[in-house]
């Protein structure tokens, strides 16, 4: 039950409010660039150039406050925002930034200009990038907040992750600690949180209509089972 309880571990990643310290995201398409550069300051230019960043060059760029604190990061993205351009992006946040900065912030997207599907691609991006396997060995990755936006589909972006961690845990869990009785377990949760049915075929059922899973399971001492 202990490992079965390890496959629902997962991080927590969006907030209802932001945090005293707020990171505005712009996800810079390329098709924007050129009008986005337009209209930022010289030496918000001069930076960009010293550090490289393009559409197509470094992904993250970041802009400071009169303070000196982190007041936006933009990400350059792709016309149709996939999942890994905000994934990318985050891991290079935590490359890039402090810790400590980035533990007390949340993090907010622009999402003026963005297709729905932009948005819930990012978003979901962002989460995916806050996975973690430490059932065994801690970690010490840094967890990013992301606020959610007015303009999303909280549910499936909840679903979505929620789904990628549990599939990303069953597969790194080894089969020594998850075996067919923890893997039952973990289907019966599943489907007890969707509200779906579920029938597990095993002992004299499955040796007539499913021999050939019987044949290999019966090597082990745990009984296998679909």
């Not at 040796?207 to 899973?213: N, Q, R, S, T």
Request: hydrophobic letters at 40%.
């Amino acid at each position: 039950m202990v490992m079965t309880n390890s496959v629902f571990k997962f991080p927590k990643t969006f907030l209802t409010q932001k945090r005293d310290s707020n990171i505005a995201v712009t996800l810079l398409k390329e098709s924007d660039y050129k009008d986005w550069l337009k209209k930022q300051d010289k030496d918000i230019k001069a930076r960009m150039d010293a550090e490289g960043f393009s559409p197509t060059g470094k992904q993250v760029f970041v802009i400071y406050g009169a303070k000196g604190q982190v007041k936006e990061v933009v990400i350059s993205v792709n016309n149709d925002v996939d999942l890994y351009d905000a994934a990318k992006g985050a891991d290079a946040l935590r490359n890039m930034i402090a810790k400590d900065v980035l533990t007390k912030a949340s993090f907010t997207v622009k999402t003026t200009g963005l297709k729905k599907r932009d948005v819930d691609q990012a978003l979901t991006g962002f989460a995916l990038s806050n996975y973690v396997f430490d059932t065994y060995k801690s970690s010490s990755k840094t967890q990013l907040a992301i606020v959610w936006p007015k303009e999303c589909d909280k549910k499936r972006n909840k679903a979505y992750t929620e789904a990628a961690f549990i599939a990303r845990n069953l597969i790194n869990i080894p089969a020594n600690d998850m075996g067919p009785d923890e893997m039952e377990a973990a289907a019966r949760t599943i489907a007890g949180k969707a509200e779906a049915s579920i029938k597990v075929i095993k002992g004299a059922k499955l040796e007539k209509d499913f021999p050939l899973i019987h044949t290999v399971g019966k090597a082990s001492p745990r009984a296998p089972r679909l």
